[in-house]
């Protein structure tokens, strides 16, 4: 009788079973390993398969034994835990800068590396609230060319939009091309953003990867290296509220106690804080601009601007256009 032409790949397929049909609450006997390796075509005697599971075992598989009223086997530690990716899929579904088509791929590609068991119960679990996502399918490709782009030391061309209130794309410079030099991704605020440098206007800007189309790789080396030897990307994220860029100043604040999560979520624990009792103040470096205005004036009366003058006039001129507005 002639050799089934799937023998050959029998170790593969049983790798595969013990990946897809396996876990701790789903262990298989040697009959039904045999069995589902015979859907593939694969003949398989118990001997056989005593030392191809021990050949998996050498490879690295975790293949554990349970002994109860028969001898059964699964694939115990994965290369990821299901808590963990829990977490990895959660944030995929929660990323604002991929399509939905794109979340969705990604997920069932992270779900192949659970049992079919496990995945089923992760898909069950996994609670999803209207989350907003991106329109533009050319993310990944984005984020491909940029990372090539800064590892080959070139500028990229790309053309950057924004949505206009009928909901139409409205190109900036007129539709002409941006000519930037990128130095690094950041994924700030549930979106990745470009930091790169403009040498037109001789200045580091951001740019939401989503919002930029026709990307391409210039032929020219990237410039700005100076600007960028003594740029601190860490300390430039702190400062910035929502990637606006503004006037980079000491900004002094008193807040009330309760506020005391909110400044360590946003400038760490290394920020200096003065306890005055029921309030306390500090100091950080940032960038003002009207994120970061909006995120002062989004706690009211519990935070307030001491210093420098010109931007605590500007939020109170801000506080009483908005009461005007309501009036």
Not at 28 to 42: F, G, K, N, P, R
Request: glycine share 4%; charged share 30%; with cysteine.
């Amino acid at each position: 009788m002639s050799r089934r032409p799937n023998q050959k790949l029998k170790l593969l397929y049983l790798m595969r079973i013990f990946i897809e049909c396996t876990d701790e609450k789903h262990a298989m006997t040697v009959a039904e390993l045999s069995d589902a390796l015979a859907a593939y075509e694969i003949s398989a005697e118990r001997k056989s398969l005593y030392d191809d599971m021990e050949l998996l075992r050498v490879f690295g598989l975790d293949i554990r034994t349970v002994r109860d009223r028969s001898v059964r086997y699964y694939l115990g530690s994965r290369m990821f835990e299901t808590a963990e990716l829990k977490l990895l899929v959660d944030a995929v579904r929660s990323s604002r800068f991929i399509t939905q088509k794109q979340s969705d791929d990604l997920i069932r590609k992270l779900e192949r590396m659970l049992s079919k068991y496990e995945a089923s119960a992760l898909r069950r679990q996994l609670v999803v609230a209207n989350r907003l996502k991106t329109e533009n399918d050319g993310v990944f490709g984005n984020v491909d060319m940029i990372h090539r782009a800064i590892s080959e030391n070139r500028r990229i061309r790309f053309r950057y939009y924004s949505w206009s209130a009928d909901k139409r794309r409205v190109f900036r410079r007129n539709g002409s091309f941006y000519l930037i030099s990128p130095f690094a991704l950041v994924w700030d605020s549930e979106n990745y953003f470009l930091v790169g440098y403009d040498a037109t206007a001789d200045m580091i800007k951001h740019f939401r990867v989503d919002k930029m189309l026709e990307i391409s790789i210039d032929k020219e080396k990237r410039e700005g290296e100076s600007a960028f030897e003594k740029f601190d990307l860490a300390s430039h994220s702190k400062q910035l509220f929502g990637m606006y860029a503004g006037d980079l100043c000491a900004v002094g604040f008193e807040c009330d106690k309760s506020l005391a999560d909110a400044v360590i979520d946003r400038f760490g624990t290394d920020v200096m804080m003065s306890n005055r009792g029921d309030s306390f103040t500090f100091t950080a470096r940032v960038m003002v601009s009207p994120s970061f205005y909006s995120w002062v004036l989004g706690f009211g009366s519990k935070m307030k601007i001491v210093y420098p003058e010109y931007v605590a006039e500007h939020i109170a001129e801000m506080a009483r256009d908005i009461v005007k507005k309501y009036e």
